[in-house]
């Protein structure tokens, strides 16, 4: 998460905060579009995904749709993110990834 603790670099946790509230929405945002039968390529999708990657880089992290393309095909290759996205919802990590394959196409 690139914040090494012991270097002394002062922590913004008020911002870190934010970025989990804001992660934590979008992913249940995604969650609950893959339960109700939204298309991973649907225009709420794709706008949710923009939102997403926009706040992202309004908080200094610099992240294209291919880069959220690539980090999303991480998540189904390693254990501990694939179990945290399908604990949340069954499918869910492979929506995502197929969501985000969808976007960055477009972009």
């Known amino acids: 998460y690139d914040v ?3 270097e002394g670099e002062p922590v913004d946790v008020p911002s870190m905060n934010g970025q989990a509230r804001e992660a934590a929405a979008f992913m249940a945002g995604m969650a609950n579009a ?3 039968g939204i ?7 794709r706008d949710s995904i923009r939102d997403h990657l926009r706040f992202m880089n309004e ?3 610099s ?3 291919a880069d959220f393309a690539g980090q999303t095909k991480f998540f189904l290759s390693d254990d501990f993110h694939l179990r945290m996205l399908e604990e949340q919802q069954t499918g869910l990590a492979y ?3 197929a969501a985000a394959e969808a976007y960055a196409h477009l972009t």
């Open 95 to 97: 929506y995502l990834h």
């Open 39 to 45: 298309k991973h390529d649907d225009a709420r999708v």
């Open 59 to 61: 908080q200094g992290h």
């Open 63 to 65: 992240f294209t749709a």
């Open 34 to 36: 893959l339960k109700t």
């Open 4 to 6: 090494d603790l012991l």
